[in-house]
């Protein structure tokens, strides 16, 4: 199963950027999500994620008080709203779906992987 996410590109230091990423099945509207980032020579980190309700939440400390993940369960989207977009948040960013209710932090924790978005940040 692919995931799509788009509305990547290019933005300025201090620019916000918000990536979509519409899961192609309702089935995972009981999953947790996350979105994960990796970055030109360095391993895909996790970013932030979500539960199946929206009631827990956990961000990377890199991007805590930045970025916001949310969910539409009813149009089964996720969303990742990036604020103050800094040099070193420059990645392709990846929206994936857990195994489980709730997020992980660990690649393994999650079943699906959307093809990824790049967004770069200059200044």
């Known amino acids: 199963v692919q995931l799509q996410a788009y509305r990547g590109g290019l933005a300025q230091v201090g620019g916000f950027c918000r990536l979509p990423?519409?899961?192609?099945?309702?089935?995972?509207?009981?999953?947790?999500m996350g979105w994960f980032r990796q970055a030109p020579g360095k391993e895909r980190e996790f970013v932030t994620g979500i539960s199946w309700n929206g009631g827990s939440i956990s961000y990377a400390g890199s991007v805590k008080g930045r970025f916001i993940i949310s969910r539409d369960r009813a149009k089964n989207t996720l969303y990742l709203q990036m604020d103050g977009l800094k040099p070193e948040d420059t990645a392709v960013y990846y929206c994936?779906?857990?195994?489980?209710?709730?997020?992980?932090?660990?690649?393994?924790?999650?079943?699906?992987w959307g093809q990824g978005t790049q967004v770069t940040v200059s200044s």
């Open positions: 994936a779906v857990a195994r489980g209710s709730y997020a992980a932090v660990s690649l393994s924790g999650y079943r699906y």
């Open positions: 990423c519409p899961p192609t099945s309702p089935l995972f509207s009981n999953n947790g």
